[in-house]
């Protein structure tokens, strides 16, 4: 029954979008508020029924139902519960379920906080959403239905993929598409301006906080998937330019150009035809990304759908979702007014050249990513593009945009004086130099590269601190007035400080990681004493355990330092026999911002065993970057100007105060 | 396509792998050979996985090229004549970072054509718009206009 339930909630979904997709916009050419309203209490409806829809399909799994195919092939009644759970979306049709649970949760927020847009744009943008909404129901209903049983219902499953079986499948999906799907919103946005032909910087402003909240999602998405392949994949690696991982950093890239030309857009009224470009862009990037993910045209490492009908599906939304609205832009975008002159050498002017590095940083994985494709289909030339060709060329885009980074906020809107800024960055300058300085000499002989680029990490932070030096004052005025200045000013300007700095924390964090990361790999008795920068690794003995669904064996080295006990560190290995594969669960432990990474290899028949043994200096700091930006985009999304729906109260009590 | 299909049955033959590169025993004795043999090795790509290097995967293949990768290090090769010598055996596809030639032209300069190319378009454009939003002064007043902004002024003057 719950099968069903959640089977035929869908199908309702569907047929709510329909309705949504038309009955609107027939309302807003009539002028009928009525008509209009629809979308509201549709878009409502709908994330009602995917939800149930999405509930149905954890029921299923908690309750171990094999008589569901999708539970049966994914998971096993011994799997722990949280597992049971997160399974739902650690396969195909599940995660296109999450997928259109997550539209319609934006969807709803849409409709059900929208009340300070007009109503035909509301209108629009929910018409828009559900066109997005009725494509992916009927992908999932006709290629990917979750819910199908099977006639003899087998009593066991065939369990999750082990690698799957952590907790890294919990987080890392539902923010990856909290990101994908969120920027659907500026899309509709765009799309909806199109149609009604106005655009103006009260609509930059009712989507920032819309495109931020995608983007600060999307921000930790990534940085935690990469944390997760650097803990789980046993070798670790935390990046790896693997097709699927470009899927998700491509929207990111368009996606952070696009927040930061919404904000000349609103606060100048210029560059109006790029955002709404821009907005489509990075929209038609995440479908991209579902598309290589979910048809498997580029099998790798995270791909599982193999199944070529499902391929065309996708690939058609992808052609009508993304030609239609090129040419919905390219009809129309001439008709949109331009505004606000600005020079070269201005805030708008920085901001031009933030959005053309990070496109053309785009286009570069965009080109990475499929060239090989291509030049396959077209030319018969296989080829690989790998790590190699994108730090070649990706690399020096950064390196430009990280240079510029200081110089964007500290610019005057207009028009701005380079000299000027050069001189007010000074201090962050020297600051740069002398790291250059210090870690060279610390270096001596190394690599020359990494110490300019760790004194490029410092000079971007040494700059996001100048610039809000200088608003509060710090160092002109007094401590206390400065005080009352940094409480008073914008929380947008102390999200940009914050996002600004994470960059150059993740940057000082990679080249350490990929400078100085010692290594050891050998293989190890019992007693036997490994030595890896500065730290003696002892190997206790093995051990072997059962887990709920698994079996593990675990090595116990006692970690030392100067013949100190320091920790005991416990990697080990799982073997799965539903599946017949193993994990290797690396052990981790953290000092400061550096980490001990030790996992094991095979035993072998005289109970020795191999080792890897890293010592990673300064890696976490690649993940605190992220983790920074993204507190970034929250202080910046909690600014007043930016609250989604101002509480009325508050209105009310600003219109009382003249009175008093 | 053959080939491609046989990589993705092969692929899912193996399973998850368990990633565990480089084995204790292949390791070399000579300690800048060895690291010269892991900078190749990560340039080099497993063919039966996706998108891995040979210094990444634990596949059977890249054991077999790492290992080959050594073999022609201790013979006394180059590091170009390593790659050479694989691109020979196993064709451009080996190669994660694609030798610049007729078939990669485009991928190369994309970055810098872009870069030069946008960036030009976009310093043009501003400086006409600057030049023209400067220059040309405001269209005068419509006689209208004119009428209801003296209206508008005298009101003005009498109320104050």
Known sequence: MIAESGHY????????????????????????????????????????????????????????DFSVANVYENSHSMKPLLYKITGVWGNHEGSMLLWVAILALFGGLVAAFGNNLPLSLRAHVLAVQAWIASAFYLFILVTSNPFLRIVNPPVEGRDLNPVLQDIGLAVHPPMLYLGYV????SFSFAIAALMEGRIDAAWARWVRPWTL??????????????????????WGGWWFWDPVENASLMPWLAGTALLHSALVMEKRNALKVWTILLSILTFSLSLLGTFLVRSGVITSVHAFATDPTRGV??????????????????????????????????REGALVLNNLLLTVACAVVLFGTLYPLAMELLADFKMSVGA???????????????????????????????????????????????VIAIVWAWTRGGSALAPLAIGLGVFVIAGAVTDIVERTGLVRLPFGTALQRARGLPRSAWGTAFAHAGLGVALIGIVCET???????????????AHVAGYDLKLDGLF????????????????????????????????????GSSTTEAALLTRGASQLYVSLGDANAEGAIAVRIYHKPLVLLIWWGPVLMAFGGVLSLSDRRLRVGAPKPARAKQRLQPAE | MRRMMLAVVALMLLAMPVAYAVQPDEIMSDPAKEVRARDLSRELRCMVCQNQSIDDSDAPLARDLRLLVR??????????????????????????????????????????????????????????????????????????????????????????
């Not at chain 1, 400078?515 to 004493?529: F, G, H, L, P, R």
């Not at chain 2, 055996?89 to 030069?116: C, D, H, M, N, S």
Request: proline content about 5%; aromatic content about 10%; overall charge positive.
């Open chain 1, 213 to 234: 909240v995608a983007w600060i999602f999307l921000t930790l998405g990534i940085a935690m998937g990469s944390y997760w392949a650097y803990y789980e994949l046993g």
């Open chain 1, 388 to 434: 190699p060709f994108y730090n070649l060329t990706f690399a020096p885009l950064f390196t430009l945009l990280l240079l510029a980074v200081p110089f964007g906020p500290m610019l005057a809107w207009k028009r701005g004086d380079l000299l000027g800024v050069t001189q007010r960055l000074l201090a962050a300058g020297v600051a740069g130099l002398v």
């Open chain 1, 313 to 346: 599906f996708i690939l058609l939304i992808l052609c009508l979702f993304i030609g239609g609205s090129l040419s919905l832009f390219a009809g129309r975008a001439t008709s949109l007014k331009q505004g606000g002159l600005f020079a070269p050498i201005s």
């Open chain 1, 182 to 185: 969120g920027f659907s919103i």
């Open chain 2, 71 to 160: 073999e022609r290090i201790a013979a006394g090769d180059s590091n170009s004549q390593v790659l050479d010598f694989l691109v020979a055996r196993y064709g451009e596809f080996v190669l994660l970072k694609p030798r610049f030639e007729r078939q990669t032209v485009l991928l190369w300069l994309l970055a810098p054509l872009l870069l030069i190319g946008g960036g030009l378009a976009l310093w043009l454009q501003i400086r006409r718009r600057s030049r023209s939003g400067a220059d040309v002064p405001a269209p005068p007043l419509s006689p209208e206009e004119e009428t209801r902004l003296a209206a508008l002024m005298s009101d003005e003057a009498k109320s104050s």
């Open chain 1, 544 to 579: 072997q355990r059962q887990g709920p669904n698994f079996r593990e064996m675990i090595a116990e080295f006692n970690v030392s330092r100067d013949g100190q006990t320091v920790s005991v560190m416990t990697p080990s290995k799982r073997s799965f026999t539903t599946r």
């Open chain 1, 515 to 529: 400078t100085w990361n010692s290594e050891y790999i050998a293989t190890m008795k019992q007693n036997d004493v």
């Open chain 1, 9 to 64: 909630a869908l199908v309702l979904a569907l047929a709510l979008a329909l309705i949504q997709s038309v009955v609107p916009l027939i309302g807003a050419r009539l002028r009928d508020a009525a008509l209009m309203n629809v979308a509201r209490s549709t878009a409502l409806a709908q994330l009602l029924f995917v939800g149930a829809s999405f509930i149905a399909l954890v029921m299923l799994h908690v309750s171990s």
